[in-house]
Every structure is written in structure tokens, then in C-alpha cells.
């Protein structure tokens, strides 16, 4: 062996095993997340706003009007078969937080027609809270929604915090809405 | 026959003036929309461009470039607008900025590194002296040896 060669040939073996540990260590790492969530560009930024006509009547629904409460914002679809895995959830959700004034829920119906999604609500059961059309998906583009459901979280000062992708558990929502209850109580 | 030579060639000029006719008439913007949809990945696909997909969210992102270019948005404002919306994913080459260096400079480091390696033993290679058996032979050593 060259002096040359016997210099650098630990150096290498080091180098590969500080490699080596480095790939194990963020395997380890990756074996601790949690696969459903996905990092979203938008939490700490500000909710887009939106100006929707009802599901249920040929009002309005906008953001505005929920300004200084904490909002949970829940896009789905009666194409959507995790939607209706979670749409008891968000039944119970929206009877649990009715008498909270500090926290509001809202429904995006994504790229849906008026019609299914109607008949969709007669057969699982209504929202306990509106729903807004967004037939060309413009919402959901504008927070950034890949595919339903997404449920974001928006605190008062109209800042997203969390966003859920994926069928939502009651006490999910419950953890995002810890702070507003500490609030209210 | 002449007139069904004719008739051929005029039919050929007509097809290669609609071909000419459709590139003249593809507008400026079509030009935009291709170049800023394909900086783009559609966020339903795999690996696949916003220009190149089919998916009906793409198709809506691109009504939205197409929209914007007509206000007079102009291209990085328009990437800017979705990577706002959905992370430095939606971008088809990644930003170079701290977040992402790692994965700019790794591909580099990576092959400078197996250079190096190659080099290295390469040269330990050709510098260890054969053994005794395999060493040259001169002519009047192979014409004496056994075999």
C-alpha cells in the first residue's frame, strides 16, 4: 500500500461509515412521522378569503364573517369515499362546538355538483353548520388542497395553524381547538 | 393521371399551410402558458408537469396561469402564486436556498466523492508491484522457463 493510499483509506472508510450512520439515523427518524401528514406551505400564513353561495340557500358564506374566532375549514365531496368516514365525525364535531361562540366550523363542498351533494347530506345526515360551493375547485387551489378531505385550522387573528389531510378523528379536532377551549372556559 | 398529380399536391399544400396556419396562430400567451405550466408539477400526478397533465385540478391551474397572463401577471409572479398556494413541491426545479441546498449540492458531492475513491485506489492499484509469478519475463526467460 502507497503511503498516499494508507493516508486516505481510513479517511474513506470513515467518511462511509459517518455516511452509513447518517442514512440509519433519518431512517430511524422517518419510522417516528406520522404518514398522513403532509406539510402544508400555507400554516402561519394567512387563510385566503372566500366569498362562496351556501350549499343549503342562495346566501353567502365568507371567511370575513368569522373574523376573530377559531375556524375549522373541512373540504369534501360526495365523490369522496374518506368523506364519508368522517362525516359522523364532523356531525358530532359541529354538535359538540355549537355552543362554543369562539369557534366556528365550515364546509367546502370541492368540486361537487349541488345536486349530489344534497342528496349525499339527505342520506348521511346534515352539517350541523354551512357548507359553501366551490364547483371549480378555485378554494381549494387557493389553500392548497390536494386531495379530499383536507381540514384546516385557522385561528383568530385568520392565521392557518394545522391542516389535517385525510379522514379527521373527533379528537383531532378537539387537540386543534385546545387553545380556543383554554379561551373559553 | 396528370390531374390526380395535381390534385395530390395541391391536397399536400393545403395540410402543410393549416400546419403553418396553426403555428401562426398560436398566440404569444400559449407560448407563456406552455413555458410557466411546465416550470410547474401538478400536485394530483407523479412526476408529471402541469402542462403535460390531464387531471382536472391541472386543467383548472391552468385556466388560472392562462387568467393571470391575460391581466398582465407577470411569469414569476404567476410560479409565485402557486408555490405561495402549494410549497416548493408545485415547483419542478426547487429553489437554491438553504432548505434545499442539501439537495442541490448532495448529487455533486456524491460524485466528487466517488472520484476521489476511484482515484484513489485506481492509483493504489497500479502502484502495488505484482507478484513474482506474474512479473514480465524477458525472452530468454520465457525460452528457459519449464513451459
Request: aromatic share 12%.
Amino acid at each position: 500500500m502507497t503511503p498516499l493510499s494508507s493516508f486516505y483509506s481510513p479517511l474513506l472508510k470513515s467518511v462511509g461509515l459517518a455516511a452509513m450512520l447518517a442514512l440509519l439515523f433519518m431512517l430511524y427518524i422517518g419510522l417516528w412521522r406520522d404518514p398522513s401528514h403532509i406539510p402544508s406551505a400555507q400554516i402561519g400564513h394567512m387563510a385566503q378569503t372566500f366569498n362562496l353561495s351556501k350549499l343549503s340557500d342562495d346566501n353567502f358564506i365568507a371567511l370575513e364573517d368569522y373574523k376573530g374566532k377559531w375556524v375549522m375549514l373541512n373540504f369534501w365531496a360526495s365523490w369522496c369515499g374518506a368523506c364519508r368516514t368522517e362525516h359522523a365525525t364532523l356531525v358530532q364535531a359541529g354538535k359538540d362546538f355549537a355552543n362554543t361562540p369562539n369557534i366556528a366550523l365550515i364546509g367546502i363542498n370541492y368540486k361537487d355538483q349541488k345536486e349530489k351533494a344534497l342528496r349525499f347530506l339527505k342520506r348521511l345526515g346534515a352539517f350541523p353548520y354551512p357548507s359553501g360551493q366551490d364547483p371549480r375547485g378555485r378554494t381549494g387551489i387557493d389553500y392548497g388542497v390536494y386531495g379530499l378531505p383536507e381540514t384546516y385550522f385557522i385561528n383568530p387573528e385568520g392565521k392557518i395553524f394545522f391542516r389535517h389531510v385525510g379522514a379527521i378523528k373527533l379528537e383531532q379536532i378537539k387537540k386543534a381547538f385546545a387553545p380556543a377551549l383554554k379561551g373559553a372556559s | 393521371m396528370r390531374f390526380l398529380s395535381a390534385f395530390l399536391l395541391c391536397t399536400l399544400m393545403l395540410i402543410n399551410c393549416v400546419g403553418a396556419g396553426e403555428l401562426l396562430n398560436e398566440a404569444p400567451n400559449d407560448t407563456r402558458l406552455k413555458i410557466i405550466a411546465s416550470q410547474l408539477r401538478c400536485p394530483v400526478c407523479q412526476g408529471e408537469s402541469l402542462f403535460d397533465s390531464h387531471a382536472a385540478l391541472a386543467k383548472e391551474m391552468k385556466l388560472i396561469i392562462r387568467e393571470k397572463i391575460a391581466n398582465g401577471v407577470s411569469d414569476q409572479d404567476i410560479l409565485d402564486f402557486f408555490q405561495q398556494r402549494y410549497g416548493n413541491y408545485v415547483l419542478m426545479r426547487p429553489a437554491f436556498n438553504s432548505t434545499y441546498a442539501l439537495l442541490w449540492i448532495a448529487p455533486f458531492a456524491f460524485m466528487f466523492l466517488a472520484i476521489i475513491i476511484f482515484i484513489i485506489k485506481w492509483r493504489s492499484h497500479s502502484q502495488t508491484p505484482l507478484p513474482a509469478d506474474h512479473q514480465q519475463q524477458s525472452p530468454e526467460q520465457q525460452q528457459n522457463s519449464p513451459n
